[in-house]
């Protein structure tokens, strides 16, 4: 994408958690490896080594994530007991043939369950792109949102539905959204290679790319779409599940875990990549041609939640950094429990969407940002820089 990517290590090196307090990209004797050991002066951290995975932490999340897929089933503003969901759930997955109230079974099977769901893959797929945003571009504030990438894949996704092409369907509106993240991506490099990869310069030129983007998307619908269709843009620009169905569904449950996957086989890279981009090619990575892979990667897994939900921001900013401080920073390790966390995170803050203000719905973002602003700040007074 640029030469930077491959570049030295700028003034950010030294503000990343896992370089603070060192004075080279190297660590220092006894200090704490990415991948949770110890290191030696002047020896690289052991990346291409593969660690045992802690197996408790993942085992534990999947566990609090079932518990929560099933409480969230009955959550909203007509009851649903234990036993109709079993049943709901057991004739649709061949397990029984008990009759069904029409009712019930439309309202768990075709509303609930595609949004629990969805709010799991969306969650999971954010978390992720937040924690390798903050290990590729060692900036600890870096995710999607903040980056500009969702803004940049809503203004591709409503040139899709606005525009004469809306009649390419779902698979064209990711196709816009995947052509706008990754613009927005490109030309935050671009101005990056200019300014350096000083941590808050990454912030304010990622928040600069994100209004620009956000402009274009306002200009767009302000230009060429009705009351209606503005109206209905704008209510999912800021982020909700309620038009999750089935179909959304498959979608990102095909594309979600491919992503997840691609990003953990990376996750020794990652390792390295923490510790800077001399000490990540002296281990044998390939620096440019591994965080191309992964931007890509965030790239797509962004626009898929975005073209299906709508842009929530903070996830994928707080969620690493509270899987961080559980797990530690080795990524074998945080990223399958950021995923579930994340996942967790956003199936219990959209059934908060659904019912605080029952009968009315509160988009999902709105509260992500509620929840997520004092969290960031606090992480910014926590890194001196506020």
């Not at 369907?169 to 671009?190: E, H, I």
């Not at 940002?369 to 001196?384: D, E, H």
Request: hydrophobic share 55%; charged share 10%; proline share 7%.
């Amino acid at each position: 994408m640029s030469a930077d990517l491959a570049g030295p290590p700028g003034p950010s090196d030294l503000l990343h958690p896992t370089a603070r307090g060192e004075k080279s990209s190297a660590p220092a004797a006894g200090t704490a490896s990415p991948g949770g050991g110890t290191t030696t002066a002047g020896a690289p951290p052991p990346v291409g080594r593969t660690s045992p995975v802690r197996a408790w932490p993942v085992v534990g999340a999947v566990l609090v994530l079932a518990a929560s897929v099933a409480v969230a089933l009955r959550i909203g503003t007509a009851p649903v007991g234990w036993g109709d969901l079993a049943r709901v759930l057991g004739t649709h997955l061949g397990l029984g043939n008990e009759p069904l109230p029409p009712l019930t079974d439309s309202l768990v099977w075709d509303l609930r369950l595609p949004r629990v769901l969805m709010a799991a893959l969306v969650g999971a797929s954010l978390a992720v792109c937040g924690a390798v945003l903050q290990a590729v571009t060692r900036n600890a504030l870096a995710d999607p949102y903040l980056l500009g990438v969702s803004c940049g894949a809503s203004t591709g996704a409503v040139v899709v539905v606005v525009l004469p092409l809306a009649g390419v369907g779902a698979l064209g509106v990711t196709g816009g959204a995947l052509a706008g993240a990754l613009l927005s991506f490109a030309l935050l490099t671009v101005l990056l290679r200019r300014t350096g990869l000083d941590s808050v310069r990454i912030v304010l030129t990622g928040v600069v790319v994100g209004q620009l983007f956000t402009a274009l998307t306002s200009l767009i619908l302000m230009s060429s779409a009705d009351a209606d269709t503005t109206r209905a843009v704008t209510h999912w620009l800021l982020g909700s599940m309620a038009p999750a169905r089935w179909d959304a569904v498959v979608v990102c449950a095909i594309v979600t875990p491919l992503g997840l996957v691609a990003a953990w086989l990376c996750a020794n890279a990652l390792d390295a990549l923490a510790f800077g981009a001399d000490t990540a090619a002296s281990l044998g990575i390939g620096v440019r041609r591994t965080r191309m892979l992964l931007l890509v990667v965030t790239a797509v897994l962004t626009s898929v939640a975005v073209a299906t939900v709508g842009a929530i921001g903070f996830v994928g900013l707080i969620v690493p950094h509270g899987a961080r401080f559980l797990v530690g920073p080795s990524h074998r390790v945080l990223l399958p429990c950021a995923a579930l966390a994340g996942a967790v995170f956003l199936l219990w803050t959209d059934a908060l969407a659904r019912v605080a203000f029952a009968p009315r719905e509160v988009p999902v973002g709105v509260l992500t940002a509620l929840i997520g602003v004092p969290l960031f700040l606090a992480v910014l007074r926590r890194r001196g820089d506020l």
